[in-house]
C-alpha cells in the first residue's frame, strides 16, 4: 500500500482526494507541451459543482498539446495527514505537485476564498508573492466573478483574466507553450500576455493614495501596457466549446447533474447584482444546439437530471421548444428536467408542469425586498399581485414548500422595509389557508412551509450600488432582531446568513491594494474556510486589518462620491460608469427601469459584442 492510500484511510470522504472518475482525463505527459490545473479554492463537492471549471477542463483538455488537471483545497484532517507524510498538493488526474505545472488557475468566486487560495500555494511549496517567484514556478493566474476587483489580491497572482475564458485561456497557453520553447524570462511572457486583449498583469501599474486613503492616481509603469484592460466575450454561444462529458463524482456533490447553460447575460436589471452586468451582452443559443449538447451529455455521463442554467432561466426566450425537445426524449429515458432560476413574474402554470413533469423539488423564488418601494429602489421588478399569483399556481400544483430570498440593508431601505418581508411572507400563508378554504387547492400532507432566508446587502463593483454604504454591523443586528420579533407565523422559518462574513466580503469586494497584505496576515494568523460559518475567524481579520493601519469600516461602510476613482475602475466590462451612475440616480428617486428586451437602455455592453445583443436585436 502506498503513503497515499494509507492516509485515505483517516480522512473523512476519501474520494474528495482521489481522482480516476469517470470522463476524468489522463494524458501521456511525454505528449504535452502544457500542463494546467485549475484550482478551486474550496473542498472537491463546492468546486465540483461549479460549471466554469467543468466547461475549462474540458475545453483545454480538447487540445492534444494541453493537459488540465484539477486540484482542490483539502479539507483540515487531509492537510494533516498530508504534512504528515511530506506530500504537497497535487493535481487529481496524476497526482504530481502542483509546484511542476506550468500554469495554476485559480477561480474567484467568493471574496472569503482568498486565504484558501494562498493555504493551496503554501501546500504546493509555491511562494505566495510574485515577485518572490522565478520562472521555475508555475505562472498563478485567476478569473471568475470576483477577479473584478483584482486588487486585493494584486501581489499573488502573475495575472488576471478578465470576463468569459473559453478564447483567451486557449491564446494564453499559446503564448506559455511559445515562451517555454524560446525560454523567454517571466518578465517577458507577462509583457506579451498583457498584450492579450482581457488580460491584467497588477505588476505593470502602480497606484498612489491620498492622505484620506482613498486613492489619487493609477499609473502605467511600463511602454506598450494598456491603461484600461477590457473584458473578453464569447460573440456566438451556438458554436462556442461546450462539453461533450462531465466528470461523474463518487461521492455526492452539491449539483450532481447535468448542466445545459442556455444563455448568458441577464435582461433584468437588479440594481444590486453584479452577474446581472458582468456578464452583459445578451446571447442565447438556440435549442437545436441545446438538445444536441444535452444528448451527448447523457450518454456521455449517464445522469438522470438535466438543469437548464443561467442567471434567470424563464427568461430564455425559447423556452417552451426547448422543453418540449427535451422532454420529447426525456421523459422516455427517465430523465428530469429542473428550471432553476424563476423569477416571479413569468412563473406560468405550463413551465410548472414542465418542471413537475419527473421530479417536485420545493420551489425558490427571489422577491429579495418585502415592500413595493423597496422592490422599486433595486428594480426587482416584480409586485405582490405577482408574487400572489405564483403562489397560487404553486399551491395548486401540490407545491408546499417555498424559500422566499430577501436581502436587509440595502441602500434607502427603513424599518418599515425590514418588517415588510415578516408581513409579505404572512400574506403568502393567508393566501394558501384561503385557497383551500375556497376549495381551490388541497392541503399538504405537511401542511404549508414557507422558508424567509435572509442575507445581508453587501455593494459589489460594477453595479449601480458600487459606491453605497453597507449599513455597519450594529445595524444590521438591528434589523435582524426586528425581522425575528416580526414574524409570529409557525408556518415560516427564518434563516440568516452570517452577517460578519457578508462585512468582510464588503471590505474585500471593494478593497484596493493595500489589502493584500492583510489577506496574507490574516492566513498567516490562522484564517481559511473563512466563507464557512465554523471555521470564520473574525478577529483574526480584525487584528489583521489592524496591524496594517487599515479601517474595515472604510472599504465596507463609507458611501463613495461619484468622482471617486474606485479601484477597479480600469477595468472595461462594456457597461459603462455612465449607465450604472443613472441607475443609482433612479434609485434614489425610486424610479424603475423596465427589462432589456422592453427597452433597450443603452448600457454599452453590445460593443463588446460588434453591437450585438440579444435582447435587443
Ligand atoms: S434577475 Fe436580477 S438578480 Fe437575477 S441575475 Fe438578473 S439582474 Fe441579477
Ligand atoms: S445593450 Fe441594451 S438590451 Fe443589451 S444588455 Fe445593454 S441595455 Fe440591455
Redesign the pocket.
Known sequence: MTVFEKILFNVQKPSRYTGGELNSVVKNKEDISLRFAFCFPDVYEVGMSHLGMKIIYSLLNSRPDVWCERAFCPYEDMEEEMKKAGLPLYGLESRDSLSYFDILGFTLQTELSYTNILHMLRLSNIPLKSTDRNEDYPLIIAGGPCAYNPEPLYSFFDLFVLGEGEEVLLELADLVILSKREGWTKDKLLKEAAQIGGIYVPKFYEVDYNEDGTIKNRRVTQEGIPAVVQKRVVKDLNTMFYPESFIVPFGEIIHDRIMLEVFRG?????R??????IYRPIREKSPEVLNEQAKKLISSSGYDEISLTS??TS?YTKLEPLTDTLLDWCEQDMISLSLP?L?VDNFSTELMERAQKVRKTGLTF?P?AGTQRMRDIV??NVTEEQLMHTCRIAFSGGWHTIKLYFMIGLPHETMEDVEGIASLAERVIDNYFEGIRLGEYRKGARGIKVTVSVSSFVPKPFTPFQWAAQDTMELLEEKQQELRSSIKNKHISLSWHERKISFLEAVFARGDRRLADVIETAYENGAKFDNWDEHLKFDVWMDALKIHGLSPEFYANRKRPYEEILPWSFIDIGVTEKHLRLEAERAEEVITTPDCRTNCRGCGANRLCGGFCDAKN
Open positions: 441577464c435582461i433584468r436589471g437588479c444590486f447584482c453584479q452577474a446581472g452586468n442567471l434567470s427568461d432560476s423569477r427571489a429579495e428594480n426587482k
